[in-house]
């Protein structure tokens, strides 16, 4: 940026959509679950689910 009154617009542009948090809060819970019987990787809504997934989604809501 080059000036700051840009600095909300970049901000809003690089933050993560409402729906890319409840994805993540969604994940981070279905992954709790899942630790708890002791299974590492799993499915969740299609995709393979392991730790750096995990991160990503922690990630996205430390950012949120």
């Known amino acids: 940026v080059i000036h700051a009154a840009q600095v909300p617009v970049v901000q809003e542009a690089f933050s993560p959509s409402e729906e890319r948090v409840q994805w993540a809060s969604r ?6 679950h899942h630790q708890h019987p002791g299974h590492g990787a799993f499915v969740y809504e299609g995709h393979m ?16």
């Open 49 to 64: 689910i392991d730790r750096p997934l995990l991160l990503q989604a922690q990630n996205i809501l430390s950012l949120h």
């Open 27 to 32: 994940l981070i819970s279905a992954f709790n």
